[in-house]
């Protein structure tokens, strides 16, 4: 009888500490809140300047486009560039967690706090979540301002399942990349940017993948940026309904959350150990 308040204490314990990562994270913002306020605009100016390339089609190809074509085009960057800066948020903050733990001076305190690394991983990945909803959310109001944006066939339901499940992917992704600043804390946060930039390349942000090399088009098989984003698509654009969209986009941005999140999460524990063992865990360079 007493097996379950005790585990049930364990879990609130486990919850208070993941929600304690949040928290510090939130005052790291706030510390840092004039390279967020640089970061933001960067990243208004970039997604108005790719937006910007639909509207400006037809002077840039000189063949006459309808309102309606421009519209569509408009639409498929926008998607594209605010579902990338959302995946790539979640990515770099789950990432990054050591490189940020290093800057701080904090890593040697939170690597010996009784507290899991599942835990600790989870805080982190729960607070890219909700920061990077927050910063898409006000890139996409600032756009929209400049844009006149059709979403009356969008299906509410589909896209909070495939942003849902196109999280759990990237934090699984984002787990696998902060083992490397781990192995090499001279180049390991380098490499997470290497990683990046090979997903952004293969997953159709800006161009629909028919148009990649049939070499490199294997690739965005296996990218969860190239379910997430043709699934937003379908499901913003043309108003795919859960049902038709359960398969083709759900399904496989589950099965690779399911997959990374644990493999990750060993992976980071096994590299834990061979830093700690080698002094690499607080080394900078």
């Known amino acids: 009888m007493t097996t379950l308040p005790r585990r049930g204490g364990e879990l609130g314990r486990e919850l208070r500490a993941a929600y304690a990562f949040v928290e510090r994270n939130a005052n790291l913002i706030k510390r840092y ?35 309606e074509q421009i519209n569509t085009f408009i639409l498929f960057l926008m998607v594209g ?22 800057w701080e001076g904090t890593i040697e305190y939170t690597f010996m706090a ?23 959310s006000i890139i996409m109001g600032i756009v929209a301002l400049f844009f ?23 934090i699984g992704l984002g787990m696998f990349a902060a083992v490397l600043p781990l192995l090499s804390p001279e180049k390991g946060l380098q490499m997470t940017n290497i990683i990046k930039t090979l997903v952004l390349l293969v997953s159709g942000v800006y161009y629909p993948i028919s148009v990649l090399p049939g070499w490199m088009q294997v690739f965005a098989k296996i990218s969860p940026a190239a379910y997430m984003l043709e699934g937003m698509r379908k499901a913003l654009l043309e108003g795919i309904g859960v049902r038709a969209a359960f398969l083709p986009y759900i399904v496989p941005l589950l099965i690779t959350g399911l997959i990374t999140i644990p493999t990750g999460l060993y992976a980071f524990s096994r590299a834990e150990r061979y830093a700690k063992a080698t002094g690499k865990l607080k080394r900078n360079g």
């Open 33 to 67: 809140w004039a390279w967020e306020l640089v970061w933001l605009a960067y990243s208004i100016v970039s997604s108005l300047a790719v937006t910007l390339i639909g509207k400006a089609s037809s002077e840039i190809t000189g063949v006459a486009m309808t309102a």
């Open 114 to 136: 009784p507290i899991s690394r599942l835990t600790h991983l989870l805080g982190q990945a729960a607070f890219a979540v909700l920061y990077g909803v927050l910063h898409t």
């Open 148 to 170: 006149k944006v059709d979403l009356s066939n969008a299906n509410v339901p589909s896209m909070l399942l495939i942003v849902v499940t196109g999280s759990l992917s990237f």
């Open 81 to 102: 560039t605010l579902v990338w800066h959302y995946l790539a948020m979640v990515f770099d903050l789950v990432s990054e967690a050591i490189q940020w733990e290093r």
